[in-house]
């Protein structure tokens, strides 16, 4: 089993600036993908920023600039950086891992979730 934790969210002005981390625990070797997604009421759960084991990233056109993922394979930990900050980010975060390796030697593709962490973006 993988549990995922989150914290950092809460409140910023616009233009201020927050920092989201999520920690995986379980019988974990390592994790290929991580990412953050993000979801607001009526609308469907939209990627915001991948990285690689390798150290690869990609990023939504929206946040392209003003976020920065980044990892910590050591400790199976990574991080949103989120700056610049506009009232459109206001959305829960969600951070995901993928194709997950497990000491049994096993791989999974099944996607794990984090339990979510609001971002409220207002003046």
């Known amino acids: 089993q993988v549990q995922l934790v989150e914290s950092g969210g809460g409140l910023a002005q616009p233009g201020g600036s927050l920092r989201l981390s999520c920690a995986a625990s379980?019988?974990?070797?390592?994790?290929?993908?991580m990412g953050w997604y993000r979801q607001v009421p009526g609308k469907e759960r939209e990627l915001v920023a991948g990285?690689?084991?390798?150290?690869?990233?990609n990023y939504a056109d929206s946040v392209k600039g003003r976020f920065t993922i980044s990892r910590d394979n050591a400790k199976n930990t990574w991080y949103l950086q989120m700056n610049s900050l506009k009232p459109e980010d206001t959305a829960v975060y969600y951070c995901?891992?993928?194709?997950?390796?497990?000491?049994?030697?096993?791989?999974?593709?099944?996607?794990?979730w984090g339990q979510g962490t609001q971002v409220t973006v207002s003046s």
């Open positions: 995901n891992a993928k194709s997950v390796m497990f000491t049994t030697g096993w791989t999974t593709a099944r996607p794990y």
């Open positions: 990285i690689t084991s390798g150290g690869n990233t």
């Open positions: 379980g019988s974990i070797v390592s994790i290929n993908i």
